[in-house]
C-alpha cells in the first residue's frame, strides 16, 4: 500500500464538508480547512472545474447557448457560479429576452431583480456587460 492509499484508508473521501471528531470543518481527504484551508493554486484548480461545470450545464439546458458572444456567455457562467443552474434559470424573462436577442430588456431583467439588490455592483457589471458586449469601463459604470 501506498502512503497516499494508507491515508485515505484512515481518513476516508468525503466531498461535503463535514466536522472531523475534532470538530473542525474538514473535506475530502481529512482537509481541515479551518487550520489548513486551502491553496491558491487549489483555489484556481476549484474555480476552473466550477466554471467548466457552469458552462457543461448552461450548454445542455439553453439550447441558443452557444449563438451568444464570448461575453454574453461570459455574463451567464458568472451569475451561474453566483446563483447556481437552477437560480439562473429562474430569470425566466431575462432567458426569453436573451434568446430572442433583446440584450437591453435582458439586461433590464437582471437588474429588476432580488439578486440585483444583494449583489449591487456585480449586477450592475454584468448587465452592462450583457447590455454592451464587452467589459464595462469606470466610465461606462459611473454614466449608467
Known amino acids: 500500500m501506498t502512503l497516499e492509499e494508507q491515508i485515505i484508508a484512515h481518513e ?28 491558491q493554486a487549489e483555489s484556481r484548480f476549484l474555480l476552473n472545474n466550477d466554471i467548466l461545470r457552469c458552462r457543461t450545464g448552461l450548454s445542455k439546458v439553453l439550447p441558443y447557448w452557444h449563438t451568444l458572444t464570448n461575453m454574453r456567455q461570459r455574463v451567464l457562467v458568472d451569475m451561474c457560479f453566483n446563483l447556481g443552474q437552477d437560480g439562473l434559470l429562474e430569470f425566466k424573462k431575462m432567458l426569453t429576452a436573451l434568446k430572442k436577442g ?5 439586461a433590464d431583467e437582471m437588474l429588476t431583480s432580488t439578486w440585483a439588490h444583494q449583489v449591487k455592483t456585480r449586477a450592475r457589471w454584468l448587465a452592462l456587460a450583457m447590455r454592451l458586449d464587452r467589459e464595462p469601463t ?7
Open 12 to 39: 476516508g473521501i468525503r466531498l461535503k464538508v463535514y466536522r472531523c471528531p475534532a470538530g473542525k470543518l474538514t473535506i475530502g481527504i481529512g482537509r481541515n480547512l479551518e487550520d489548513t484551508g486551502i491553496s
Open 102 to 106: 433583446d440584450f437591453d430588456l435582458a
Open 138 to 144: 469606470a466610465a461606462d459604470l459611473k454614466g449608467e
